[in-house]
């Protein structure tokens, strides 16, 4: 083959690339797609039909992963749902999670082979945020709520409090650690108002020394603080739930209890709903204003206030939040 056959045939085939790259580029579909990113020497998967089971990093044997996306609550969905596995071994103690639910908070541990069947269930609206966190060794913020006002009231563990303005948001460190049982992934979660007051990002611009710490940049609730060692055989769900809200009335309702679904669902073709109407991202803010309507007004509890909003139309919607730890079966510290 001649040289202007070659640069023909090398013309034809960029041409052709090109031709593939804008066709892709064109497509406007909302649906849930793959794709991988590379980050260090581990590759991000992003993909709709993730198996839970996996680490979302190829090739990562431990850390944590973290997901979080907000859903329709209308008819107590979230509560539906979630409670049929109130009677999973929780890893939390029972006074720190009593403290959680006078806060307007509620944790719930999911087997992970059904974390997948409880995401089907509490579809995303809009955006489902998936992020590889390795090992946090470091407080690290993993999940921003609405901001607050200036002495809004908000209540914590039961008791009222005056907040200073600025976003609560939701922080934690965890490394894995072996235990006489196994590996686990020792964790602190906690929530911390990150205060307006205290924020200068010029400063920091200019003087990086000048930057302040995480734990420099607002109060830790302790209240709302705790400790556990988490198992790889469970996810832990963090959502919102009014300390007197009942949810034993729901404990025996399925997953997949055709009740949970509004009139719309019913409505829709087998082949409408098998396409996700939402986008797979691996950073950014979940809680918008947009997406998350006005703030609540009156005093209300922290993770209510945090967690729960109205959409456009004010239709209940609220954030469901996930921890999924991946630790290796076999674990030990070299001496």
């Not at 009677?87 to 974390?115: H, K, N, T, W």
């Not at 602190?188 to 200068?200: K, L, T, Y």
Request: charged share 20%; net charge negative; glycine share 8%.
């Amino acid at each position: 083959m001649d040289g202007r056959a070659l640069w023909g045939f090398g013309l034809s085939g960029v041409l052709f690339v090109l031709l593939v790259m804008v066709c892709g580029c064109a497509s406007t579909s909302s649906t849930a797609r793959a794709s991988n990113t590379a980050l260090g020497n581990l590759h991000i998967v992003q993909s709709g039909a993730l198996d839970a089971t996996q680490p979302l990093a190829l090739g990562a044997r431990m850390g944590m992963e973290h997901h979080a996306w907000l859903t329709d609550d209308t008819g107590d969905r979230v509560a539906r749902v979630l409670s049929a596995f109130e009677e999973e071994p929780m890893p939390i103690e029972y006074f720190a999670r009593e403290r959680l639910r006078r806060s307007g908070f509620r944790v719930i541990a999911v087997p992970i082979e059904q974390v997948m069947d409880v995401h089907a269930a509490l579809p995303p609206l809009l955006t489902w945020r998936r992020e590889w966190g390795g090992q946090l060794t470091a407080w690290t913020e993993l999940l921003r709520g609405r901001t607050i006002g200036e002495r809004q009231r908000l209540i914590v563990d039961g008791q009222e409090m005056i907040m200073p303005a600025g976003t609560p948001r939701i922080i934690a460190r965890c490394w894995v650690a072996p235990t006489p049982g196994g590996a686990v992934m020792r964790t602190e979660i906690g929530v911390q108002i990150h205060e307006a007051s205290r924020r200068d990002p010029a400063r920091a611009m200019y003087d990086p020394a000048a930057a302040l710490t995480l734990q420099e940049q607002g109060r830790v609730l302790d209240a709302v603080t705790f400790r556990a060692d988490l198992l790889p055989t469970h996810a832990i769900f963090i959502v919102s739930g009014s300390s007197d809200a009942d949810w034993s009335a729901f404990a025996h309702a399925p997953v997949d209890d055709p009740t949970m679904h509004g009139e719309a669902d019913a409505e829709e073709s087998p082949e409408a709903a098998k396409k996700p109407d939402f986008e797979v991202l691996s950073g950014g803010d979940v809680i918008v204003p947009d997406a998350f309507g006005p703030s609540i007004e009156g005093t209300t509890e922290l993770g209510v206030f945090m967690l729960s909003g109205l959409d456009r139309s004010y239709r209940p919607i609220k954030a469901v939040f996930v921890l999924i730890p991946r630790v290796p079966a076999q674990y030990t510290l070299l001496p």
